[in-house]
């Protein structure tokens, strides 16, 4: 199977590339689904775990290559590789004709270890920025609340995926939906985490985080149980699809294991994808 595609804009070149895998309870990936239903569509090994995809997004212009999501990274103690399955991450960068110290900014939806831990390594005993000249552009309320994890939350929120970033000052804090590089806007969506940000580029492409984690859950009840805010997620999921649809956005996914992508539309009622390839 591909674990890379490319597409052109009006001025970048984008690369969708899946640089490993991981797995999670496949019941917490579809909330209240009951597993009779989301079974049929998505198998689960003997464990109850579905395989999820590690996937990045690059975007290349003459003046920046911009990193969206580092994945799961490689700082893994064994008790965490037992129960998550890693397998590959941004190491895998190589592979893909790009060098971790060529990539001039990383930026993420949210904190949570399978979206940043990608964004450290681990050398000697001592944590380190994976990109080493790269600035991190960071939601600031996602980074407060990474920062001050509680009882539920400190289980996906790890410090050493963005505390080295800030002790040597790699981090700048984005305060509210803006470009955060010219042609690249985050909008604020919250749901998942409070600061949970998707990324839209030119307009015309949009990298979902894990307000839809993959394509299969695009259909509006299919919300992770991961979900801070769950209702949040539903309100902004049909916002986002209705944007979508008036400006036929081409989108993207962060754990979708086949790399799809297309445009949302509305079949019987219910919002699905129409894939290109
Ligand atoms: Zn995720």
Redesign the pocket.
């Known amino acids: 199977m591909k674990n890379f595609k490319k597409f052109l804009s009006k001025n970048f070149e984008i690369y969708y590339i899946k640089t490993g895998t991981f797995k999670l309870d496949g019941g917490a990936m579809f909330g209240t689904v009951p597993k009779v239903i989301w079974n049929r569509i998505y198998p689960c090994d003997n464990n109850n775990r579905i395989t999820l995809s590690q996937n990045s997004l690059i975007v290349v212009s003459e003046d920046f290559k911009l990193l969206i999501e580092p994945g799961c990274g490689n700082k893994w103690n064994e008790r965490r590789k037992k129960i998550f399955e890693f397998e590959g991450g941004i190491a895998n960068l190589k592979n893909f004709g790009f060098s971790p110290d060529e990539i001039t900014h990383v930026s993420f939806t949210h904190l ?1 270890f ?2 940043a831990g990608g964004a450290t390594e681990l050398i000697n005993g001592d944590l380190k920025p994976f990109f080493k000249n790269a600035e991190y552009l960071i939601r600031k309320e996602e980074l407060e609340d990474a920062i001050n994890s509680n009882e539920r939350t400190k289980a996906s929120y790890l410090k050493e995926d963005f505390m080295p970033l800030i002790k040597v000052q790699k981090v700048k804090e984005i305060e509210k939906d803006c470009e955060i590089l010219p042609g690249i806007k985050i909008i604020k969506t919250g749901g998942h985490t409070r600061g949970h940000v998707v990324f839209l580029i030119e307009d015309k492409i949009l990298f979902f985080g ?1 307000l839809v ?1 993959t394509a299969k859950h695009i259909h509006l009840p299919y919300i992770m149980a991961y979900d801070n805010l769950p209702l949040e997620t539903l309100e902004k999921r049909k916002e986002i699809y209705r944007m979508c649809m008036e400006k036929e956005i081409q989108i993207f996914f ?2 979708d294991t086949e790399l799809k992508t297309g445009y949302i539309i509305q079949k019987e009622g219910k919002y699905t994808l129409k894939e290109i390839e």
């Open positions: 949570h399978d979206h894990d984690p962060p754990h």
